[in-house]
């Protein structure tokens, strides 16, 4: 098999051949190229000691020396060469105690997660796989290098990371490295919250968001997101639903785009139904109050999960407002929702809504889409007219009624409140004259 590496790969790869030691490219950039997709990066694993990578190359970077991988700058570009290495034992599920150099590659690739990310390729030997992940690539499986137990121990992330690859590659799991996933899942909570994180976020945003069922079912969610497994288990008697609060999180996600903030959203929209979950003397549940109470939970989440604060802010704010169902469509019920809801919502919460209702069952399916279209149209005709919508776009300001003669303090705050209140009212109101002469007593004369 022929991969066409990248120039300034195969010139880091010729350079250490020249100086006598083996060199391959490796990893996720061979798996990519035998995909046909566009690798992200290209890491390349020698013979050669750091030391002696550094004494080749005139710009190199100390980037994990310790773990023996220095990175080659070249143009500004940096290419991670590393050592073949043994890892010794492992004492926190994810660094090894000591790292040992060898001058096997085969020793070297002993050690990675998954047979799809432990092939190395050069020109001159051409593809090196000695564990058949290009078997598995044509079988579309996520499979451990050797024992999935010790590989799990080694790094407990790994058990989240292969229900990632195959969320991003449409694979699916290993009988055995499932069934190791299961016996282990409890191994994840030694893993810092930051690494699920980025792992978790990796999933949601790939082609294969359903995978969280995965997630689920092997036990991880338990670990570090129970809320999801509770979700999971919590029914939903009801006509506008055809399952589980989970499985219709999980059809919501796969009908949202691939954003993070959207997948984020639809991921905890429905978080509190759990708890706020009510049954009437008809058989049928009711879930009062879940928006509200969702966004405090998100909130509470995604802190957990060291989510960043803009982030958490714009996620809580599509949970708290996406039922929020302005009734008529009339231009002005469509401002006070969006002014109700906070402008940053839009067009983003039409997004949420959308899926939400598309993950529904069938009953008034047709009824809901069109009043959503409706909704959006109303919406838009008010932006493009331009229309007040918050106090930021009022035509008076603060320092205005103060050169009016207002003096500062709550009288500016109720006085701009109620011009608002009139513009969302009486959008042909915004102007300054009209409110200052409507709204002062000094210039109704």
């Given amino acids: 098999m022929k991969i066409r590496l990248p120039e300034k790969v195969s010139y880091i790869i010729e350079e250490l051949n020249k100086a006598g030691y083996d060199a391959y490219a490796v990893g996720g950039c061979i798996r990519d190229s035998v995909l046909g997709r566009e690798p992200q990066d290209w890491d390349i694993t020698t013979a050669a000691k750091p030391a002696q990578v550094k004494t080749l190359f005139g710009h ?16 500004r570009e940096g290419f991670e060469v590393t050592t073949y290495r043994i890892d010794g034992e492992y004492e926190d599920a994810r660094h090894p105690k000591d790292v040992y150099f060898t001058s096997s590659l085969q020793e070297d690739l002993k050690r990675r997660d998954f047979t799809i990310n432990a092939m190395a390729y050069n020109d001159d030997a051409g593809l090196v796989d000695a564990f058949d992940g290009l078997g598995d690539l044509k079988r579309g499986i996520v499979r451990c290098v050797g024992n999935p137990e010790d590989r799990f121990h080694e790094d407990a ?7 990632r690859f195959a969320a991003q590659l449409g694979f699916r799991l290993d009988d055995a490295t499932r069934a190791a996933i299961v016996r282990l899942a409890p191994h994840l909570n030694r893993i810092s919250a930051e690494r699920i994180q980025t792992e ?5 945003l790939s082609p294969h968001p359903e995978e969280m069922r995965t997630v689920y079912e092997t036990g991880l969610t338990d670990v ?10 919590t029914p939903q008697q009801n006509p506008h639903h055809c399952g589980s609060v989970g499985e219709h999180t999980i059809r919501s996600l796969c009908e949202v785009p691939p954003d993070r903030v959207l ?11 759990p708890l706020c979950a009510r049954r009437d003397e008809d058989g049928v549940d009711h879930f009062h109050g879940h928006p509200q109470k969702g966004a405090e939970m998100t909130g509470q989440i995604m802190r957990r999960l060291k989510f960043d604060n803009d982030t958490i802010t714009k996620v809580k704010a599509l949970v708290r407002t996406h039922d929020d169902r302005p009734y008529p469509l009339t231009e002005r019920n469509v401002r006070r929702s969006v002014f109700r809801c906070g402008e940053a919502q839009y067009p983003a919460l039409f997004a949420v809504k959308r899926a939400d209702i598309l993950a529904q069952s069938d009953y008034l399916k047709k009824e809901k889409l069109e ?16 229309q007040c919508l918050s106090l930021r776009d009022l035509a008076v300001s603060g320092s205005d009624l103060i050169a009016e003669g207002v003096l500062p303090g709550k009288e500016i705050g109720r006085i701009l409140k109620d011009m608002l209140e009139e513009v969302l009212e009486h959008p042909e109101h915004n102007d300054k004259e009209e409110l200052l002469r409507r709204f002062l007593p000094s210039r109704r004369g």
């Fill in 60 to 75: 190199t970077i100390d980037t994990g020396i310790q773990h023996g991988t220095v990175t080659v700058m070249l143009d």
């Fill in 200 to 204: 978790l976020v990796k999933l949601l």
């Fill in 157 to 163: 992330l790994r058990m989240l990371r292969a229900v």
């Fill in 263 to 273: 997948r984020l959203a639809m991921l905890f929209h429905d978080v509190a139904k």
């Fill in 224 to 233: 570090f997101l129970p809320e999801f497994s509770v979700m999971m288990r």
């Fill in 371 to 386: 009043y959503l279209d409706e909704y959006e149209a109303v919406y838009d005709r008010i932006m493009e007219a331009r």
